[in-house]
């Protein structure tokens, strides 16, 4: 608009308006003049935004009043058609043609992702699934193998789509380049992207003969034994990231495998970093005269020395019997003592009590 007519006369309010029936106005005249509409009118369609663009924001808008510009870089400085974006506020072109059936950031994503995905490798989808261990392998590590439904590289033809002994020959909807250029309607005009070629997958050759076992797709669903190797000390939550264990794709690199641990409770142990705890009940007067006692560990019996004197709560350590550490180390395994208080007491026994506290024990 080289003669710009008054941004309130455009939008046909006053001047008084506020800004909900600003909106209002706009919205009605973009869905009426949209250049997409049959009764469409693209220079009217950007003169209404422009004013909008001006009148919608309270900073702009304010200028405009005060001096009948925008300083800012809006559209009264330039405006839609101007060549300069800077100061249009697509967050409110984007509302309006939302309501009336147009969605930009659609256009937008659609348009980047196919750009950002030419020259790419192409990447073939991640899967994650849950497996449950012992508390015993979480603390010593395990292995497991599991069966997966999943897309994997064809081995008749080692992926390559083609029946072995066969050759591959320049793909004749690309002619060789492995691009292809497509065009796309929108409000901005025709919009040109190039694309991976969808029938040489971007490689530029096709086989000659296809592999009958993939139909020339180069990857299958099948089913597959994969090991998984679990760590030892792993915790309950834990995730293991299988690097190329996922689902194949064709002409590209196969996803991971992520696979979340879930640790089966021990009502014996607790992991305590590299170390474990477990909790032994003693008799009061073992505790007072000290004993042995046979305790049990993950990896059999082991026999513990009681120590005259031992408190209700002590920590007895066992060394090496923890969680297993770099360079063949091991944490330890600490006992934690619980003495056991007699709930009832024979008269004998009571007597000599009696006489212990009399000798202030």
Partial sequence: MSQKRDYYEVLGIAKSATKEEIKKAFHKLAHKYHPDKSSGDNDKFKEVSEAYSVLGDDKKRAEYDSYGRVFGGGGGAGGFGGGSAAGFDFSQFQEAFQQGGFDMGDIFSEFFASQAGVGRTRRGRDISIDLEISFKESVFGTKRTVL???TAVCEACQGSGATMGTDMITCDHCNGTGKVH????????TITMVQPCRKCRGSGKIPKEKCVTCRGEGVYKKQEEIEIAVPAGIDGGEMMRLQGQGEAVS?????DLYVKIHVQPDSRFKKDGPNLVTELS??????LLGTSYKIVTLEGDETLEIPAGVTHGEMLKVKGKGVPVARGKRGDLFVKVRI??????SRSARTLIEKLKEEGI
């Fill in 251 to 255: 002409g590209g690199v196969s996803g």
């Fill in 340 to 345: 056991q208080l007699p709930q009832k007491l």
């Fill in 182 to 189: 497509e065009s796309q309607n929108s409000f901005f005009g």
């Fill in 148 to 150: 997966l439904a999943k």
């Fill in 282 to 287: 003693i008799k009061l007067s073992d505790a």
